[in-house]
């Protein structure tokens, strides 16, 4: 495993909090535990935006938000739709979870469709909205996995990321990134869900992850601390 410094882990970090029960308070403690551990970036629930965005002003930290989440069944004018406004809000960055049934029976037509459509409102904006879209990995076939990375690809997308961590399949694999690594070089992996532990995310990040998604960000940086001092 990599040694790593505390300061190179959170920077690698989108702190997050999607629950649905979420209040403002959850969000603005967030928001201060990102600035406070130095968090790349912050990931809520599109109904925080803007609360997340006055509080992040000026601090480095970004601000991401979630469309089509997490089933990733709503059409393309609902998600086009939804990046729009999460954009006006004031999100920074844009994680969307892919159409599964497209991803499943190999329907390229209309999942690059769908992802272009997205790609083209995030690069529109100046400066450009970092795209992420969700493929749910541990669902997948490898097959359907290497139709995931051809698509991303194609589509121009910033990130391929692993999972939304509300599948009952599970969450990010080292050898899942290492696959989306491989085999959608243009992109960047996300690895999201279940990563828990500072061994976990070290672990991802080795496999070739440019970014960790996690809501247990400030224990990962704890453990970061704990191991470096001993």
Known sequence: MTPMDERQLAGAID???LVPTATR?????LCDEAMEFGFYAICVNSRWISIA???LHHSGVKVAT?????LGAESTQIKVAQA???IFEGADEIDMVAD????????????????????????????PVVLKVIIESAALTTDQKLFACRVAEMAGLDFIKTSTGFHPA??????????????????KVKASGGIKTASQAIEMLDAGADRIGTSSGV???RQCRTRTST
Do not use: N, W
């Not at 599970?170 to 992109?187: I, S």
């Open 100 to 127: 599964l049934a497209a991803l499943v029976e190999g329907d390229s037509k209309y999942l690059l469709g769908q992802l272009r459509s997205v790609v083209k409102v995030c690069k529109a904006m100046r400066p």
């Open 25 to 29: 308070e959850d969000i603005e403690r």
């Open 84 to 86: 729009k406004d999460a």
């Open 170 to 187: 599970g969450g990010a694999t080292a050898d899942d990134v290492k696959l989306l690594k491989a085999e959608a070089p243009l992109c």
């Open 53 to 55: 965005a006055d509080r």
């Open 66 to 70: 979630v469309v089509g989440f997490p």
């Open 15 to 17: 702190h997050s909090l």
């Open 219 to 221: 224990e990962i940086i």
